[in-house]
């Protein structure tokens, strides 16, 4: 079965830190950009970060830009949000978003079940 699986979610409290993993089962990962996606109750979804799979680009949203990094781990099949200095405005459920689009322009996209963060006293 081809799948994301989001993990280390959790309660910190605010200045606090988590790194969130989104591991890859049942296909390669690595070809795959890869987008961090929040959503708050009551809010709409957010991106907050994005690594290419061509050259493991980042890209940080501004608004966790200086906090939060995104990296990929390719021999694990992995890719990581490591978020510091956490803001009660950062609860949210975390979600990863595999994409990848082949030479014919089919994409095939994941995604994975989500993760809770709580920042909070």
């Known amino acids: 079965q081809l799948s994301l699986v989001e993990s280390g979610g959790g309660t910190v409290q605010p200045g606090g830190s988590l790194r969130l993993s989104c591991q890859a089962s049942?296909?390669?990962?690595?070809?795959?950009?890869v987008a961090w996606i929040r959503q708050a109750p009551g809010k709409e979804r957010e991106a907050v970060s994005c690594?290419?799979?061509?050259?493991?680009?980042?890209t940080i949203q501004d608004i966790v830009k200086g906090r939060f990094t995104v990296s990929r781990d390719r021999p694990r099949n992995a890719v990581y949000l490591q978020m510091n200095s956490l803001k009660p405005e950062d609860t949210a459920v975390y979600y990863c978003n595999g994409i990848f689009v082949d030479d014919k322009g089919y994409d095939y996209t994941y995604w994975g079940q989500g993760t809770q963060v709580t920042v909070s006293n």
């Open positions: 049942g296909f390669t990962l690595n070809m795959y950009a």
């Open positions: 690594i290419t799979g061509t050259d493991d680009t980042p």
